[in-house]
């Protein structure tokens, strides 16, 4: 099907059908859909489009796979402690929004057992930090007098390798996020959803 514009009319000339149908398939031809190698958006103001990255290959055989919010670790040869890093990925302001929220990395040393998560903290709500805390101490809802104080949402856990000392990452967040309201024990809280 060939997809023309009508032709420019004059004050006085009529609407024909045909011109209009052909301006509609024409508009219509414009809109991207999802396809092989990127993901299309459609948004109020036009689309986003959004290329996917293939898994990488790495020495040695196997793959990589590269997502928002991915935690890799490297290991501080002469002190032997394992620091986190985060392949920072996009929290929108709500599921409908557009709006990206601020997100601050503060990790450090990283230890057996400990949850890298975003952290939102009632009381800097215009910033969600990326931090690791030790499993034990891991709650998703701080709650102070039965308010919410902080929410946190798991990106991963790190886990030691056996009876060894190596740590590896067990990965819990792959897509990027909106900011929601959920339930928590009958306590409203903010937290994040994967979009």
Same mark, same amino acid.
């Given at each position: 099907?060939?997809?023309?514009?009508?032709?420019?009319?004059?004050?006085?000339?009529?609407?024909?059908?045909?011109?209009?149908?052909?301006?509609?398939?024409?508009?219509?031809?414009?809109?991207?859909? #999802?396809?092989?190698?990127?993901?299309? #958006?459609?948004?109020?103001? &036009?689309?986003?489009?959004?290329?996917?990255?293939?898994?990488?290959?790495?020495? &040695?055989?196997?793959?990589?796979?590269?997502?928002?919010?991915?935690?890799?670790?490297?290991?501080?040869?002469?002190?032997?402690?394992?620091?986190?890093?985060?392949?920072?990925?996009?929290?929108?302001?709500?599921?409908?929004?557009?709006?990206?929220?601020?997100?601050?990395?503060?990790?450090?040393?990283?230890?057996?057992?400990?949850?890298?998560?975003?952290?939102?903290?009632?009381?800097?709500?215009?910033?969600?930090?990326?931090?690791?805390?030790? &499993?034990?101490?891991?709650?998703?809802?701080?709650?102070?007098?039965?308010?919410?104080?902080?929410?946190?949402?798991?990106?991963?856990?790190?886990?030691?390798?056996?009876?060894?000392?190596?740590?590896?990452?067990?990965?819990?967040?792959?897509?990027?996020?909106?900011?929601?309201?959920?339930?928590?024990?009958?306590?409203?809280?903010?937290?994040?959803?994967?979009?």
């Amino acid at each position: 099907m060939s997809l023309k514009l009508p032709s420019e009319v004059k004050r006085g000339d009529a609407v024909k059908h045909t011109d209009y149908n052909d301006l509609i398939r024409f508009v219509k031809s414009l809109v991207l859909r #999802k396809g092989r190698g990127y993901r299309v #958006k459609h948004v109020e103001g &036009g689309q986003l489009i959004d290329l996917v990255q293939r898994n990488q290959p790495v020495s &040695g055989g196997g793959v990589v796979s590269v997502h928002p919010w991915r935690v890799t670790l490297s290991l501080d040869s002469e002190t032997g402690e394992y620091t986190a890093a985060v392949m920072m990925g996009e929290v929108y302001a709500g599921l409908s929004q557009v709006e990206l929220v601020p997100v601050m990395l503060d990790l450090g040393v990283v230890q057996d057992g400990d949850v890298v998560h975003l952290e939102y903290d009632y009381e800097t709500a215009d910033v969600i930090s990326v931090k690791s805390v030790a &499993g034990d101490m891991w709650e998703r809802v701080d709650l102070v007098n039965g308010v919410a104080v902080r929410t946190r949402y798991p990106l991963a856990r790190i886990e030691a390798v056996g009876d060894t000392a190596a740590l590896s990452v067990a990965q819990m967040a792959r897509n990027n996020l909106a900011e929601v309201v959920g339930c928590f024990n009958a306590v409203a809280a903010r937290t994040f959803t994967p979009v």
